[in-house]
């Protein structure tokens, strides 16, 4: 199945600070999603983003579908932008979501 | 519109004992989907159903039974809980399997 490799996998930021966080894939992308898990173990979906560029709010991102990865940026961070971010890919073999390890941040005020 | 709702947030178990956990959602997803998640072992899929009187095994099955009779409900029933189900158990939903999914918050299932 497909490999998904996230980076970096902590990140610590000063409140007001951006980021960027990375998602690499064994194979082709084509259903690429983002997720936040809140420090309460909510899991949120922040994005579906196949190809091409979305934004939401303080949130955007970047999908290349040819060269395999995929971009989440925070600008602004806040501290309610901690938790952990995932990346999953939806592997139609196994009907299932491939996940990525994550993104632990901690936003400090 | 609730999305996706699981139930009970929290439960305590004694091995052998059985149960079942609570799964609906009001969005008319076709697909639906049952998780636990471990540390250091991530997301990992237990069953999964495609539509109403269809489910299907995922990665680790064994100790869970599903059944799916409405399009809104997909109980996961434990049938003899064990130390090795204590994890967090997330219910998610989506208009197909490759559509954007939406997870519940969760049960935490301790079994000691």
Not at chain 2, 79 to 108: D, H, I, M, N, W
């Amino acid at each position: 199945g497909i490999q998904v490799e996230q980076s970096p996998p902590d990140l610590i930021l000063q409140e007001g600070a951006n980021s960027t966080l990375r998602c690499n894939f064994s194979d082709s992308v084509n259903n690429l999603q983002w997720f936040h898990q809140n420090p309460w173990g909510q899991l949120i979906n922040l994005f579906y983003i196949p190809s091409g560029t979305k934004q939401n709010g303080r949130l955007s991102a970047t999908t290349v579908a040819t060269e395999r990865y995929s971009l989440l940026y925070i600008s602004s961070s806040q501290t309610t932008d901690s938790g952990v971010y995932f990346c999953a890919e939806a592997d139609t073999g196994r009907r299932a979501l491939t996940f990525g390890s994550g993104t632990r941040l901690q936003v400090q005020p | 519109n609730a999305g996706v709702t699981q139930t009970p947030k929290f439960q305590v178990l004694k091995t052998g004992q059985s149960m079942t956990l609570q799964c609906a959602q009001d969005m008319n997803h076709e697909y639906m989907s049952w998780y636990r998640q471990d540390p250091g072992m991530g997301l990992r899929l237990i069953h999964y159903s495609v539509g109403a009187g269809i489910t299907d095994q995922g990665e680790v099955p064994n100790g869970y039974n599903v059944s799916r009779s409405t399009t809104e409900d997909f109980p996961l029933r434990l049938l003899s809980a064990a130390p090795s189900q204590t994890s967090v158990y997330f219910c998610a939903s989506s208009y197909k399997a490759e559509s954007r999914q939406y997870f519940g918050p969760g049960t935490r299932l301790t079994v000691t």
